[in-house]
């Protein structure tokens, strides 16, 4: 098992920055892909980014690339996302998630822990 607890969530205006941090406790953490979803309201959950345990492979969602950074911290057992430039449209509730894995995955079925979510609000 593997606990996920989000944080770092808020309200900002556009162009402005925030860190999501996802602290994870439980089973080994460092051979897990990490992952960032986000769910905006009647929407479904969506893939933003995914980061292998070695670092090897990334992938950002198209809409966030240049603008998000997906990082890790293996020896805190934490993972970032680091949000610049952002848009009203980037809005959302964001989860992290967890996925025994050795590549980055988008595939929101193919992970098997959450966390509860953190809110981001944007405004104009």
């Known amino acids: 098992q593997v606990q996920l607890v989000e944080s770092g969530g808020g309200l900002v205006q556009a162009g402005g920055s925030l860190r999501l941090s996802c602290a994870a406790s439980?089973?080994?953490?460092?051979?897990?892909?990490m992952g960032w979803f986000r769910q905006a309201p009647g929407k479904e959950r969506q893939f933003v980014a995914a980061?292998?345990?070695?670092?090897?492979?990334?992938l950002y969602t198209d809409s966030v690339k240049g603008r998000f950074t997906i990082s890790r911290d293996n020896a805190k057992n934490t993972v970032y996302l680091q949000m610049n430039n952002l848009k009203p449209e980037d809005t959302a509730v964001y989860y992290c998630?967890?996925?025994?894995?050795?590549?980055?995955?988008?595939?929101?079925?193919?992970?098997?822990?959450w966390g509860q979510g953190t809110q981001v609000t944007v405004s104009s």
């Open positions: 439980g089973r080994t953490y460092s051979r897990y892909t």
């Open positions: 998630a967890a996925k025994q894995a050795t590549i980055a995955i988008m595939s929101r079925d193919s992970y098997d822990y």
């Open positions: 980061k292998s345990w070695s670092g090897g492979t990334i």
